[in-house]
């Protein structure tokens, strides 16, 4: 079977590929350039917000996980609409938990993205994940840098680690379409001070705290743990301590 990657060089990418190869499968990744890289998959000439170009013949599964700040409704419909007709077989989405709840425009894209999928007459499966420990990690950091930490009050998030989901989706990818399957979130729920201190403990660092207020609706949101998935979510096995720990 031949599996084409969007993102195959992405922070997700990176671990999902090589768990396809060494299963046997016949792994290619979507890429503007082409080519073939050290470990001999081949990169196939592709651009996701250009219209036309994008061929799939040949290609049984696709696992998309290319993504951005912007653009990824347009994406995912334009690889949706390569799929269906080059006749994939199935097609594997990664996308983020609270997609149809949250009021952010980055939440939008992805929930745009999903509904493309579903629409486009290929049989799917799609994943939605938790914030990645690494971009939990990079804000941190951030904020931890800071003098006083603003610590937004109700703030929560699960971070999983960027492996687990790696790992759920390669399983998926080997698998059946399974349409929506449950979330992927991290074992704990963490506050936004917890999650900055337990970054400073870990440097042998402390900081002031100072309570703020989200505003608005994205305030709301987060207050009502419209990002979170308390109820029915798988959990990955890699806590936020564990990463910490690595990192340090």
Same mark, same amino acid.
């Given at each position: ?6 993102? *195959? ?12 190869? *060494? ?73 983020? =938990? *609270? ?53 937004? *009050? ?14 759920? =989706? ?47 609706? /994205? ?11 308390? /109820? ?17």
């Amino acid at each position: 079977m031949t599996i084409l990657v969007t993102g *195959g060089t992405g922070t997700l990418g990176r671990l999902v590929v090589p768990q396809l190869t *060494g299963a046997g499968y016949d792994v290619r990744v979507l890429s503007r350039r082409g080519g073939v890289n050290a470990d001999g998959v081949e990169h196939v000439r592709g651009d996701l917000l250009v219209d036309g170009g994008l061929d799939l013949t040949g290609i049984d599964t696709v696992v998309h996980l290319a993504g951005g700040a912007k653009g990824d409704a347009l994406a995912a419909g334009k690889l949706a609409r390569a799929a269906a007709a080059a006749g994939v077989r199935h097609l594997v989405h990664i996308s983020v =938990i *609270g997609a149809d709840t949250m009021p952010i425009g980055y939440f939008r894209e992805k929930l745009g993205a999903e509904q493309a999928v579903r629409a486009s007459g290929v049989p799917w499966t799609i994943l939605r994940a938790a914030q990645f420990n690494s971009l939990t990690y990079a804000v941190a950091q951030k904020m931890g840098g800071l003098p006083v930490v603003p610590v937004p *009050g109700g703030l929560r998030f699960q971070p999983v680690d960027e492996r687990d989901v790696a790992d759920r =989706i390669a399983e998926l990818a080997m698998g059946e379409p399974a349409g929506a399957v449950p979330d992927l979130a991290g074992p704990t729920v963490y506050d936004m001070g917890e999650l900055v201190d337990g970054y400073l403990q870990s440097h042998g660092k402390r900081r002031l705290h100072l309570p703020i207020r989200m505003p608005g609706k /994205v305030g709301r949101a987060y207050r009502a743990a419209e990002n979170l998935s308390l /109820v029915g979510a798988t959990t990955g096995t890699r806590t936020w301590a564990d990463y910490l720990a690595e990192k340090s």
